[in-house]
């Protein structure tokens, strides 16, 4: 599995983004994709998980202005109400049936100025 991760850029307090991670190779071993965000010198946080049946889980800093979706190969996160606290290299990543993980993206930068 092979994923690649767009969309970041920079957009005021308030503003919208959405994040794509396109996956290719056995997409077919994947059961569900996750949102992680690394800021430098912290530590990767997962911010949210959609599996195969359309399940959601988000974290509590981005629930209610984050939303993760799926179409087929396509991954999404959609952001809203974004605050420099968003401010993140955005990766997604692959996890497998048995919950492990298949594949990185190379990570997308979302930055939010005040």
């Known amino acids: 599995v092979q994923l690649q991760a767009s969309g970041g850029g920079l957009v005021q307090s308030g503003g919208s983004l959405r994040l794509s991670c396109a996956a290719s190779?056995?997409?077919?071993?994947?059961?569900?994709i996750m949102w992680h965000r690394q800021v430098p010198g912290k530590q990767r946080e997962m911010v949210a998980v959609?599996?195969?049946?359309?399940a959601t889980n988000y974290a509590d800093s981005v629930k209610g202005r984050f939303i993760v979706s799926r179409d087929n190969a396509m991954g999404y996160l959609q952001m809203s109400g974004l605050t420099p606290a968003d401010t993140a290299v955005y990766y997604c990543n692959a996890r497998s049936y048995y919950g492990t993980s298949l594949a990185w993206g190379q990570g997308t930068l979302v930055t939010v100025s005040s």
């Open positions: 190779g056995s997409v077919a071993s994947i059961r569900s």
């Open positions: 959609i599996d195969n049946e359309g």
